[in-house]
């Protein structure tokens, strides 16, 4: 380990000080500056929205693609159905084999995983941590759940159009809508078609 010279520790910049460019709270770089006191709390509410904007649902850069060459792991898959209400007489038939691999990825070469952050998509069964299973072939269209990237910042959230505008709708009533304006860069990468939620 290197320990820092005397240069180092005085003043100034220092390599490899200070946040990572682009990590703050608004997913951008900050800069300080003198502003009216009058105009803080109007400024620090304005400051809010934003953060809330940028902490809203991302999904990780992380992203994971299907093994095709992984064996099948075909687990018993019973013929009963278990009761969320009221218990059933248990059933123990087995009907037939069943493999996740199948069960989710309907094609392999356009599907990848990624790992869900934030809650402003709970009403949609999201979760954060959740993986998220996408398929980059099927058709984004109005209603459905996407990944995309807005402004180089990956999101998840419900697609919608209002009077020919498109709006990324979130599923949670405290988080706002983003509703996607000219200057605006978004690039969808794909359809969300399943969710894997730990219990």
Not at 53 to 69: A, C, I, K, L, Y
Not at 103 to 118: S, W
Request: proline residues 7%; glycine residues 8%; charged residues 25%.
């Amino acid at each position: 380990m290197t320990l820092p010279t005397h240069k180092d520790t005085r003043g100034g910049a220092r390599s490899g000080a200070g946040r990572k460019k682009g990590s703050s709270v608004y997913g951008e770089t900050t800069q300080a500056i003198r502003v009216p006191e009058s105009m803080i709390p109007e400024l620090k509410n304005l400051l809010q929205q934003r953060q809330q904007q940028s902490q809203q649902t991302r999904v990780s850069f992380e992203t994971f693609q299907p093994d095709r060459d992984a064996p099948k792991t075909a687990l018993p898959l019973f013929s009963g159905k278990v009761a969320a209400g009221f218990p059933s007489p248990a059933d123990d038939y087995i009907e037939k084999t069943l493999d996740l691999n199948e069960l989710l990825v309907q094609r392999p070469a356009a599907t990848f995983f990624v790992r869900a952050e934030g809650e402003s998509m709970l009403g949609a069964g999201i979760h954060p941590n959740d993986i998220l299973v996408v398929d980059r072939s099927l058709e984004p269209v109005t209603g459905k759940i996407i990944i995309c990237a807005l402004n180089g910042e990956l999101t998840v959230k419900r697609l919608k159009s209002e009077r020919d505008v498109i709006v990324l709708g979130a599923e949670n009533p405290a988080y706002p809508d983003i509703v996607v304006q000219d200057g605006m860069d978004m690039v969808i990468w794909g359809v969300v078609t399943n969710v894997i939620h730990s219990v």
